[in-house]
Nanobody, 125 residues
Framework: VQLQACGGGLVQAGGSLKLSCKAS?????????MGWFRQAPGKERENVAA???????YYADSVKGRFTISRDNAENTAYLQMNNLKPEDTGVYFC???????????????????WGQGTEVTVSS
């Protein structure tokens, strides 16, 4: 599976960005679960949102009410709409896919087996 993420950029606090992640490859299935992770400078990679193939969603507490994950299975694309951005949202955002499993697996990067190249988000105060 190949993943191409885009949509990052520089935005002021309170602004919005929408990230996209397009999956391709013969082994990609609409049953794959998709997640967005971010890594801030000097910090570990953390899961911010994930979505199952049947569109159940998970959000980290720090982004609930501000971020929305969605997917278009016909386009093999996942999206992350980020509103009311804060400086602490700054980081490199990665999309990833995993095989279907328990909801508890969505937050752990070790369950994901394909990763995109990352797109940088910078939120200025």
């Amino acid at each position: 599976v190949q993943l191409q993420a885009c949509g990052g950029g520089l935005v002021q606090a309170g602004g919005s960005l929408k990230l996209s992640c397009k999956a391709s490859g013969r082994t990609f299935s609409t049953h794959h679960e998709m997640g967005w992770f971010r890594q801030a400078p000097g910090k570990e990679r953390e899961n911010v949102a994930a979505i199952t193939w049947y569109k159940s969603t998970y959000y980290a507490d720090s982004v609930k009410g501000r971020f929305t994950i969605s997917r278009d299975n016909a386009e093999n694309t996942a999206y992350l709409q980020m509103n009311n951005l804060k400086p602490e949202d700054t980081g490199v955002y990665f999309c990833a896919v995993k095989q279907p499993g328990d909801m508890e697996e969505l937050t752990f990067s070790t369950w994901y087996d394909s990763w995109g190249q990352g797109t940088e988000v910078t939120v200025s105060s």
